[in-house]
């Protein structure tokens, strides 16, 4: 079975300063990793994902995340924060042959001005 | 097709009543998902269909709670003779299969049990 920890349940940053939010899974098998954004009151947006290939993945908004494997990570970061990306942010798995999801407990970025 | 729609957004009730929520894929997608997602915690997976078959249902996380895909389009989800633990933001989410980077989510059911 799948876990996905999240280990910083809130993160304040300054705007304009780079953030990395961290995530680290257990699978037994061969995963895809995704990172989703909650802003109050809407449904997950995708913010980018890694299903195989380069292990540094570009995203929207200028979010990237890195896999590594070996460490079983797959954090996230931005190098320069707006005020918009004030939100939740959830770090998922999906087995390698389905899409069922397994989440995070999530990480709640806000962005101080 | 903009999305992943659900209705209602927001349902308050009563203990003791029956709730039933609706959601509408994107229309080409084939796979729906349901997700209950608690305050402060991650969204939890209950069940998936393709096409009108449940194919995992084993998650629902009581008997009270069913959920319906008739004509492989539309999805339902019931909950009857709901508990105040009931109360929780139920997201619905369709994809195509085999392809997991394209799941997309709907802005979900707030439900609150009085």
């Known amino acids: 079975a799948q876990s996905v920890t999240q280990l910083d349940s809130q993160v304040p940053v300054f705007e304009e300063a780079p ?22 009151n809407q449904g997950l947006q995708l913010l ?15 979010f990237e995340a890195e896999f590594n494997k070996s ?3 797959f954090h996230l970061r931005k190098p320069s924060v707006h ?17 069922q999801f397994y989440f995070g407990t999530g990480t709640s970025l806000t962005v101080i001005p | 097709d903009t999305g992943v729609s659900q209705d209602p957004r927001h349902k308050i009730t009563k203990r ?21 997602q608690t305050l402060g915690q991650g969204p939890e997976f209950l069940t998936y269909f393709q096409n009108e078959a449940q194919l995992e249902k084993s998650r629902l996380l ?9 004509k492989g389009s539309f999805s339902t989800l019931e909950i009857q003779r709901t508990e105040q633990g009931d109360s ?7 994809s195509f299969a085999g392809l997991a980077g394209g799941t997309f989510f709907g802005p979900g059911t707030r439900l609150t049990v009085l």
């Not at chain 1, 980018?48 to 200028?62: E, H, M, Q, R």
């Not at chain 1, 005020?83 to 899409?99: K, L, M, P, Q, R």
Request: net charge negative; with cysteine.
């Open chain 1, 83 to 99: 005020i918009s990306d004030t939100a939740e942010y959830f770090c998922a798995v999906s087995e390698d042959t389905g899409n």
């Open chain 1, 19 to 40: 953030v990395e939010l961290r995530c680290n899974y257990s699978s037994s098998v061969s995963v895809y990793l995704f990172w989703y954004v909650q802003y109050p």
């Open chain 2, 16 to 36: 003791g009543q029956n709730v039933t929520f609706r959601c509408d894929p994107i229309s080409e997608h084939n796979r729906l998902y349901w997700y209950r």
């Open chain 1, 48 to 62: 980018l994902k890694y299903l195989s290939g380069s292990t540094l993945v570009k995203g929207i908004n200028g």
């Open chain 2, 88 to 94: 929780a933001m139920y997201l619905c989410a369709s």
């Open chain 2, 62 to 70: 009581s008997d009270r709670f069913s959920a319906e895909r008739p």
């Open chain 1, 71 to 73: 460490q079983t990570s």
